[in-house]
Nanobody, 127 residues
Framework: QVQLVESGGGLVQTGGSLRLSCAAS????????MGWFRQAPGKEREFVAA????????TYAQSVKGRFTISADNAKNTIYLQMNSLAPEDTAEYYC????????????????????WGQGTQVTVSS
């Protein structure tokens, strides 16, 4: 089992920045990929960004490319999501997730391929 705990959410104005963290514990060696997803009220959970622990490859949703950056600190078993130039449409509950397998970038964007999920952290961007 892998436990994931997110932190860093909050309320920010349009154009502001936040950095989310996700600390993994437990059988962390069994997770090949870590990702961020988000879910706004009334909408499906959507992919935001992901990173492969071993290969170091990252991938982003088009809507956040150039504004968000995902990174990993292997020594701390922690990933981060630096979010800049935030807009009201970024308002959502943000979830950290871990997948046991890495099978390419397309694989990383599919929420059904993730095995473990955190509880989420709320990000609200005011206009």
């Amino acid at each position: 089992q892998v436990q994931l705990v997110e932190s860093g959410g909050g309320l920010v104005q349009t154009g502001g920045s936040l950095r989310l963290s996700c600390a993994a514990s437990g059988r962390t060696f069994s997770s090949a990929v870590m990702g961020w997803f988000r879910q706004a009220p009334g909408k499906e959970r959507e992919f935001v960004a992901a990173i492969s622990w071993s290969v170091g490859i990252t991938t982003y949703a088009q809507s956040v490319k150039g504004r968000f950056t995902i990174s990993a600190d292997n020594a701390k078993n922690t990933i981060y999501l630096q979010m800049n130039s935030l807009a009201p449409e970024d308002t959502a509950e943000y979830y950290c997730a871990a997948a046991r397998t890495y099978r390419g970038t397309d694989y990383m964007t599919n929420r059904n391929n993730y095995n473990y999920w955190g509880q989420g952290t709320q990000v609200t961007v005011s206009s």
